[in-house]
């Protein structure tokens, strides 16, 4: 059987039914863990990304546009 996947704006993910299926099995801590894990990995690939765009940039500047990226998203 085929599911049909519903994307639209109501709508940001779409969780294969495979995934779903390891992360029921998972417990709360572990599925918290791999959340923090995914996390800590955008904020270091944002760090990166805003490192090349401004070399000029201290890290305390780095760091607070990363949160306010995080915070705020992009407009």
């Given at each position: 059987?085929?599911?049909?996947?519903?994307?639209?704006?109501?709508?940001?993910?779409?969780?294969?039914?495979?995934?779903?299926?390891?992360?029921?099995?998972?417990?709360?801590?572990?599925?918290?863990?791999?959340?923090?894990?995914?996390?800590?990995?955008?904020?270091?690939?944002?760090?990166?990304?805003?490192?090349?765009?401004?070399?000029?940039?201290d890290s305390t500047t780095i760091d607070r546009a990363v949160s306010d990226r995080f915070l705020h998203g992009t407009s």
């Amino acid at each position: 059987m085929v599911r049909k996947l519903r994307l639209d704006s109501g709508q940001i993910e779409v969780v294969d039914d495979a995934m779903t299926a390891v992360l029921k099995k998972k417990t709360s801590a572990e599925r918290l863990a791999i959340g923090n894990s995914l996390r800590s990995a955008a904020r270091s690939i944002m760090k990166a990304h805003f490192l090349q765009i401004h070399p000029d940039w201290d890290s305390t500047t780095i760091d607070r546009a990363v949160s306010d990226r995080f915070l705020h998203g992009t407009s």
